[in-house]
């Protein structure tokens, strides 16, 4: 009989045989984590993608995710762990709409959160992640940011950032924005001795009552970190359940059990032993064009946030 373990063995042994590194993001399940070569939130997968040394690279998490992969490593054969994994914040502005928008904002620099669509880099100045974009958006030269998509990370942002004049639109995680002030009010009152750390595409509402705002990788980090021993976890619930398997001295709390990406929940243990013998998952292609545009944005998040 089959059991998570051996599934996992046969996973490590055939990636090692046919080159090929897993790279998973936070949100993917502890079973996929433990056969990833990296596992990271978005920033951390982007560094990794550009410097991965096996030729075909397999990216479990949503396909914005392994479009940024092959964008950064064009040659490589990149497939996405599961065809329907999407970001439907990525599907919030297209590039033609950008476009558009960009004619009431002349002069402005248009920041995208990576969360977007290949097509739509090709048309901003320059991308950021959730854990990355105080730092970039602080170090542009321009004043006038136009961000896209994410009203609530870029609300966070502009007040991380006060000097900067930031336009934003409407768009935004529905799992995060989903999030109320007063389920955060609540929670806090029924566990007063916990933090409140929160994924900036909560609420505004929301993030102001957090006692620390930061990317999956730093909600992660900064638990692991503290003294503190009780956490209420606002960004997707994987986060609560790693937490609770990486200290299970401490105690964490799931800010809203409906706090679930379901585009991220879609890849399973078997669908990557499905993609590792070659029957499952898509390979990414994307026009060269768009490759050489898109690739400007992403590089100039690599040097501004590094
Ligand atoms: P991170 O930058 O924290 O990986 O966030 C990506 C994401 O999609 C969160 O919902
Ligand atoms: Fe997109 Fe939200 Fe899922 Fe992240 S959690 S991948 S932003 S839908």
Redo the contacts with the bound molecule.
């Keep these: 009989m089959n059991t998570v373990r051996s599934i996992q063995d046969e996973i490590l042994k055939l990636k090692k045989e046919k080159d090929i590194c897993i790279l998973a993001?936070?949100y993917q399940s502890q079973d996929i984590w433990e056969v990833a070569d990296f596992v990271g939130?978005?920033?951390g997968l982007s560094l990794q993608a550009a410097k991965a040394a096996q030729k075909n690279v397999l990216l479990c998490g949503v396909r914005f995710m392994a479009e940024t992969v092959k964008i950064l490593s064009p040659h490589k054969n990149i497939f996405l762990s599961h065809p329907q994994a999407g970001?439907p914040m990525a599907q919030q502005i297209s590039a033609s709409q950008l476009t558009e928008l960009k004619k009431q904002y002349p002069g402005y620099t248009v920041a995208a959160y990576i969360?977007t669509t290949a097509e739509l880099k090709t048309v901003c100045d320059v991308c950021v992640?959730?854990?990355s974009a105080v730092k970039i958006i602080r170090s542009l030269d321009s004043r006038n940011i136009l961000f896209v998509p994410d009203c609530n990370l870029g609300a966070w942002i502009a007040g991380q950032v006060p000097d900067k004049n930031i336009r934003l639109v409407s768009g935004g995680?529905p799992a995060?924005a989903g999030i109320s002030p007063q389920r955060a009010e609540q929670m806090k009152k029924r566990y007063p001795d916990a933090k409140l750390l929160v994924?900036p595409?909560c609420l505004p509402e929301v993030s102001a009552q957090a006692d620390y705002t930061g990317?999956?990788?730093e909600i992660m980090d900064y638990a692991k970190n503290s003294p503190d021993t009780a956490f209420i976890i606002g960004?997707?619930n994987s986060i609560v359940e790693h937490l609770q398997f990486a200290c299970p001295e401490k105690q964490f709390y799931a800010l809203s059990e409906d706090c679930v990406?379901s585009n991220m929940k879609l890849t399973t243990l078997m669908d990557v032993w499905h993609c590792v013998h070659g029957t499952g998952g898509e390979q990414i292609t994307l026009a060269d064009s768009v490759i050489a545009q898109a690739r400007r944005c992403i590089d100039t998040m690599l040097t501004l946030g590094s």
Aim: some cysteine; charged content about 15%.
């Design positions: 993001h936070a939130d978005s920033y970001c969360n992640t959730s854990s995680c995060h994924h595409e990317s999956t990788t960004t997707e990406c």
